[in-house]
């Protein structure tokens, strides 16, 4: 009796705490799938989740390879068959379906040239031969005022949900490829600024330079001969062909072999002095963003006024940035003048003060523009300040 009790007891123990743990683990699975938001949220964050996947590839804008990939994506975000992106030449992607029918593009066109969204029902798809593939909704894709593409569905029936996601689909690969676009012609604006820093040097100081090495080539032929070497290193940094960014110790190597160049030309005139960090040498910083810097305070430093001028560069750093500053005793600059210039609205010897600094806006942010101390007859502080730590950019 005691025997079976004591059985009893130790049955009903166990499915108590069985209870208990099964109990326990629903409340943990109900609690885990209220945490996942209701079937709205879900529905969103999938939404949002395929933009993202899609917008990857679009970086590049309307490109055959890049739509493909995203079509497969954005498919999945339209109630329909087959889902077709096309830019103005040809159908880019085509999700859905075994092969894009020949008679795509002349619909495509239509919407091309009216820039309007056109539904076309199953008469005309029948007349032109597409039987299988339902109805279809064309939408254009637009930058600025130009129609680009489009981006439509088939449906078995097109109705208007279909029509207004459509719409919204062709209007946020309208915003991708308008963003490519922007990001397009950011490159090209700074790689037109390096042209134009390039051409600021080529002018004035190889005209220079050339006749500083000519006059040495009688009376001290060893000096034009290192001399010709260090302007043929100089210029070949200068005008070389690979690469939006460098590092302070490579544009501090070429401001060296510039002041050799210049120091034939000057002699004891240019006094230039430099207080280096080693902890800044390696960061990383826009290609020619320095030089340019220390020719303005050669020019407005010596050039124009008699007697010595002293140039002085330093570079450290100052917690996460790397910090350089050029300074002159020279004539200065008048501070109007010098805000105009910077805004782009007067041209003169002081472009390339200009073009450094949007370089950098660009770059950096508005925050790492030029800071320039000057007033005229007081020489001018330039300051530079980039980030210690740019993992997106490479040297």
Not at 120 to 136: F, K, S, Y
Not at 216 to 222: E, G, H, L, V, Y
């Amino acid at each position: 009796m005691f025997s079976a009790a004591v059985d009893t007891a130790l049955v009903c123990a166990v499915a108590v705490i069985t209870l208990a743990v099964v109990a326990f683990l629903g409340f943990r699975l109900s609690r885990s799938y209220r945490d996942l938001g209701s079937d709205a949220d879900r529905a969103t964050y999938a939404t949002l989740h395929s933009a993202a996947l899609a917008s990857e590839h679009l970086r590049e804008g309307l490109t055959p390879s890049g739509a493909s990939k995203a079509g497969r994506h954005l498919h999945g975000l339209l109630r329909c068959d087959v889902l077709m992106i096309s830019d103005d030449a040809g159908v880019l992607a085509w999700d859905g379906g075994r092969g894009t029918p020949p008679y795509v593009m002349p619909l495509v066109r239509q919407v091309l040239e009216s820039g309007r969204t056109q539904i076309v029902r199953r008469q005309r798809l029948d007349a032109a031969g597409l039987t299988d593939l339902g109805e279809l909704v064309l939408s254009p894709v637009r930058v600025d005022d130009r129609v680009v593409g489009t981006v439509g569905a088939f449906a078995g029936d097109v109705d208007a949900g279909l029509v207004r996601a459509t719409n919204e689909l062709a209007g946020w690969v309208s915003t991708q490829v308008e963003l490519a676009e922007l990001d397009s012609s950011r490159r090209l604006l700074a790689e037109a600024e390096v042209r134009a820093l390039r051409a600021q040097i080529s002018p004035h100081f190889i005209y220079n330079s050339l006749n500083a090495i000519a006059s040495f080539i009688t009376t001290d032929p060893q000096r034009a001969r290192e001399l010709v070497v260090e302007f043929a290193d100089f210029t070949r940094y200068s005008f070389r062909r690979h690469g939006d960014f460098t590092t302070v110790a490579e544009e501090l190597r070429s401001i060296d072999r510039y002041l050799l160049l210049e120091r034939a030309r000057f002699g004891d005139r240019l006094n230039v002095t430099l207080e280096i960090g080693p902890e800044v040498l390696s960061t990383v910083i826009p290609f020619l963003s320095l030089q340019p810097l220390v020719e303005n305070a050669v020019r407005h430093g010596l050039d124009s006024r008699d007697g010595v001028g002293n140039i002085t560069i330093t570079a450290h750093d100052v917690g996460p940035f790397a910090e350089v500053t050029i300074e002159d005793d020279g004539v200065g600059i008048e501070p109007e003048h010098l805000r105009s210039v910077l805004a782009g609205h007067t041209e003169g010897v002081h472009v390339g003060l200009r073009n450094v600094d949007s370089r950098l806006r660009q770059v950096y942010g508005d925050d790492h523009g030029l800071i320039i101390d000057t007033a005229p007859g007081a020489g001018t502080l330039i300051t530079m300040r980039v980030p210690k730590s740019q993992p997106d950019h490479q040297a």
